[in-house]
């Protein structure tokens, strides 16, 4: 299985600030025929399920705030929040979806204020 | 809009079989070309992908469940489900539904999670 690993565990960021958090693959998710990483990230707060906010490492999805943006290629990936909000605190977790499952997460970064 | 319920008991005894129900709304589960998906996330740890079931009724599920698992579709209720046998405190979560367009592999649409305790 690709193992996903994020960094940091979790993470303190006052508001309006930039948030960065990274995760690395153990092989790279990049297909070579298409170019496209084959990663996602995800938000869960408490008693919500997860809301996707990115796909292909870096297309957002449908009305999800432009401060939030992916990056990287190959092994190595990063969620950027722009300006931290106070609706943004919750656990965020990158998924690869490049093998043929199990699909695997990262261990999650919890971010807070 | 697809919608995805989960339901089934919150309380499972070690030993005995957990099964979960997830009803989809707004879509048939027999049209287009979906893979109805199973996660979990045990309490204080990451998202674990339990297996999906393809709308022809081929599955996928994880190695490290699999000899435990099976993911089936009920297209008369518009309904797949979870059976997850011989249970213990490891396999206390919430566990998720969620759906899948084929040629992705994220997943934008999921059930609200159902809490699964294991104990006695």
């Known amino acids: 299985d690709i193992v996903m690993t994020q960094s940091p565990d979790s993470l303190a960021v006052s508001l309006g600030e930039r948030a960065t958090i990274n995760c690395k693959s153990s092989q790279s998710i990049l297909y070579s025929s298409n170019n496209k990483n084959y990663l996602a990230w995800y938000q869960l707060k408490p008693g919500q399920p997860p809301k996707l906010l990115i796909y292909w490492a870096s297309t957002r999805e449908s009305g999800v705030p432009d401060r939030f943006s992916g990056s990287g290629s190959g092994t190595d990936f990063t969620l950027t929040i722009s300006s931290l909000q106070a609706e943004d605190v919750a656990v965020y977790y990158c998924q690869q979806y490049y093998t043929t499952p199990p699909y695997t997460f990262g261990q999650g970064t919890k971010l807070e204020i | 809009q697809v919608q995805l319920q989960g339901s089934g008991p919150g309380l499972v005894k070690p030993s005995q079989t957990l099964s979960l129900t997830c009803t989809v709304s707004?879509?048939?589960?027999?049209?287009?070309?979906?893979?109805w998906t199973w996660l979990r996330q045990p309490a204080g740890r990451g998202l674990e992908w339990i297996g999906r079931?393809?709308?022809?009724?081929?599955?996928n599920y994880n190695p490290s469940l699999k000899s435990r698992v099976s993911i089936s579709l009920d297209t008369s209720e518009n309904q797949f489900t979870l059976n997850l046998s011989s249970v213990s405190a490891a396999d206390t979560a919430v566990y998720y539904c969620a759906r899948d367009q084929k040629g992705n592999g994220w997943y934008r649409e999921w059930g609200q999670g159902t809490l699964v305790t294991v104990s006695t």
């Open positions: 707004g879509d048939s589960i027999s049209s287009g070309s979906y893979f």
């Open positions: 079931i393809y709308t022809s009724g081929s599955t």
